[in-house]
């Protein structure tokens, strides 16, 4: 397994879906996933996508400054550490931020977000 091809992968994905689709984000969480959003904890799939399709912006637009993966202690499972920028319909400027997951691999040879910690960075 190439860590980088399945984060790069995951990521390209990931975030599409998030900018065009939030609700669309649900196949990649399970019952045990957990998001930590700016500090606040959400368990569970439709728990996660709620609170992703509740933010108070409707159209923003991610781009990708880096990527970073390595291979986990649990067999076929990868910690991704994303930054970028994002961009909110109708804002000047781009706001930054860092995101992490651990992905596990399914039985079908897909893979799930356990975790999900979500950051933006203020200068």
């Known amino acids: 397994m190439d860590t980088d091809v399945v984060a790069r992968a995951f990521v390209e994905h990931y975030y599409s879906t998030f900018d065009t689709n939030r609700a669309g984000l649900a196949s990649l969480y399970q019952d045990n996933s957990m998001l930590t959003f700016e500090g606040q904890k959400v368990q569970g799939a ?62 079908q040879n897909s893979y799930y977000v356990l975790n999900d910690i979500f950051r933006l960075n203020y200068a």
């Open 46 to 107: 439709q728990n996660i996508v709620t609170k992703l399709t509740s933010l108070p912006f409707q159209q923003c637009q991610h781009s990708i400054t880096t990527i970073d993966s390595q291979p986990s202690v649990h067999p076929n499972s990868i910690i991704v550490f994303v930054s970028g920028n994002l961009q909110l319909a109708g804002e000047q400027h781009a706001l930054k931020f860092s995101q992490m997951f651990h992905l596990l691999q399914t039985p």
